[in-house]
């Protein structure tokens, strides 16, 4: 019996890994060429001569002249030495807690350079993907060979010399990349040492905000080394962590919370800020399991300034570009392992209606999910930290867009802080904070009034809070059914409970223009605001408290003549001392002829006035003869 296919004459039929020169160009025109080299660790900069017997030196172009130097003070681990030879498939991929788990960072330094190389003791190795110099690719010596070869160790022994270290006994990593000096069969780009020094600028820019979320880098120095050795300081910042002076939580249901104060102290005496960091993994739902699929821990850290704003950006650990699309509406800077577009701009996010890949929805359960949960626990924590305004983590909805994700996120957090014990009570006292349901707002920009319905309400123990105008803004974006404000209405209703006993003259007669001023005068009634001449208050509506407004309809009579036509009743009449507004208010609801249903009172009929009654607010109307 014949088999089912015929092993006669066959031909070879596989897929095959691309050439690696191929494959390097391919990740070279995804991964940016620009200031986020610079991100793959915290540069320094040479500029050393080199040998003229060095090895690097036999091949045609040979790599002498500037170089990029990067060092930091840990030893390369054989891991380490062995991720750099597989780009693309990073021995960091199953930690799901550290930087650099796609295997591209260090690929990125090709546009840079031919020629990167590593001194990491015991072991100096140089790599060569065009074969150029070296004809296995790249090459790893021991640094016992250093005195066999000095043209090749010489440029690294002057790098540690340029950090301060000592070549015999250095305990770190000094990345080496000479910058290419013309077009080269991995990339066309030249990197002229003009150009480095501008992206090291713009690198020092942006160091603040990459140590806010790197937990093992906590000092960046740049240098600038002549070709005679002088050094020239560019810039140094410094983090240093603080323990949280506040109590704080440390979990919520299915969420775990981690805190600490950060200083930034950089070269000038101004630079220098303090920092809330907050840190929440989630413990349970979807974010685990679809973490644990793409091999990412569901977490997320928040950033917020103590003093000074915060234009909140997206970080994946190091900083996105600067972009609309990565700007997060928020004064805070998120950072978390989002999933990426090739080449690290972009977060992939589902197509509008559809629940999108696997990728996009991680994105979307740690932004929309996780972020407005730990966002309100960090609010809250702010509140309590001392010399800090307690709504400086607000958003302001009137300065994020009307629409899309940003406004998604925006609104998710106001409904947060909403839900929170976030707002400060405006009484004295280590009162605990409020939430946006139970608290009554006070009016913003009335002067007087204000404080008179702020006294009014502490004394009858209501909830009072006063924020600024930008938390008005998010409560009523993040409250449905609004929020509980002191509305001339809710201040009578206030006054009609607890009464008026003990407020002085001049608030109660900024309490009186605070609730005629929405124009319901008949709700004023039994409310003991009505000033007479007498000194003495008067409730509006009492038929025993006979109060009179006289006019000015005969220029030719005063006002006090026109009192003391009334025997023994001067004192009855509005002051004439009131304020411009207040009386004119008042002799507007008594013209009005508001009934109060209270009877005018007797009064002599050839009197040389009438009397226009609307009850205990009466209108003297003078009547020529």
Known sequence: ????????????????????????????????????????????????????????????????????????????????????????????????????RFGLGFTSVYHLTDFPGVLSPPSLGVLDPECRVLPGAGARWDVSEAQDLPGLFEPFWAGLEAVGQHRGSAQGTLFRFPLRRQPSGIAAGVSRPERIRSLLQTFLTEAPLALLFLRHVRRVTLHHVAPDGVQTLMGTLMASPQPLPVPAPSGDEGLSLAWCLLALRGDGAGDRSEWLVATGRATGGPAVALGALLGCCPELSLAHPLHGP??????????????????TGLPVHASAPFALSDDRRHLRWPEEGEEGEEDARWNSLLLLGLLPRLYSHMAAVATALTGTDPYS????????????????????????????????????????????????????????????????????????????????????????????????????????????????????????????????????????????????????????????????????????????????????????????????????????GKRWGVPAPPLNPTALGTLVHPGALLYLKYLPQ
């Open 1 to 100: 019996m014949e088999p089912p296919f015929s092993l006669f004459c066959r031909q070879a039929f596989c897929q095959r890994a691309p050439v690696f020169l191929d494959y390097l160009q391919s990740i070279l025109q995804k991964y940016p060429d620009g200031g986020q080299i610079l991100k793959v660790r915290p540069p320094g900069t040479q500029f050393p001569p080199a040998h003229p017997k060095s090895p690097l030196t036999r091949g045609p172009d040979p790599p002498p002249g500037p170089a990029l130097l990067a060092y930091n003070d840990a030893l390369m681990s054989p891991r380490d030495w062995a991720g750099i030879l597989t780009p693309g498939v990073s021995h960091k991929r199953k930690d799901p807690g550290t930087v650099g």
């Open 310 to 327: 915060c234009q909140g950006r997206l970080c994946c650990f190091l900083p996105l570009p600067a972009t609309d699309e990565t700007a």
């Open 393 to 592: 983590m607000w958003p302001d909805p009137e300065h994020t867009p009307g629409c899309g994700r940003t406004r998604s996120l925006v609104t998710r957090v106001c409904q947060g802080l909403a839900a929170a014990r976030t707002l400060v009570p405006a009484a004295a006292g280590p009162a605990g904070r409020l939430r946006a349901a139970e608290a009554v707002l006070l009016p913003a920009g009335t002067g007087d009034a204000e404080r008179a319905v702020r006294a009014l309400l502490l004394a009858a123990g209501e909830p009072v809070a006063e924020v600024p105008a930008h938390v008005r803004r998010a409560l009523a974006l993040g409250m449905a059914q609004g929020v509980r404000e002191a509305t001339a209405g809710h201040v009578r209703e206030v006054l009609r409970s607890h009464g008026a006993e003990g407020i002085p003259d001049a608030e109660r007669l900024a309490l009186l223009r605070y609730v005629a001023g929405d124009g319901c005068h008949a709700e004023l009634r039994g409310l003991p605001l009505l000033p007479r001449a007498d000194g003495t208050f008067v409730a509006f509506g009492t038929a025993s408290d006979v109060v009179y407004v006289d006019t000015c309809d005969c220029p030719s009579t005063s006002a006090c003549l026109r009192r003391e036509l009334l025997p023994g009743l001067a004192g009855s009449f509005l002051p004439s001392d009131l304020e411009p507004g207040l009386e004119s208010l008042l002799r507007g609801i008594a013209k009005e």
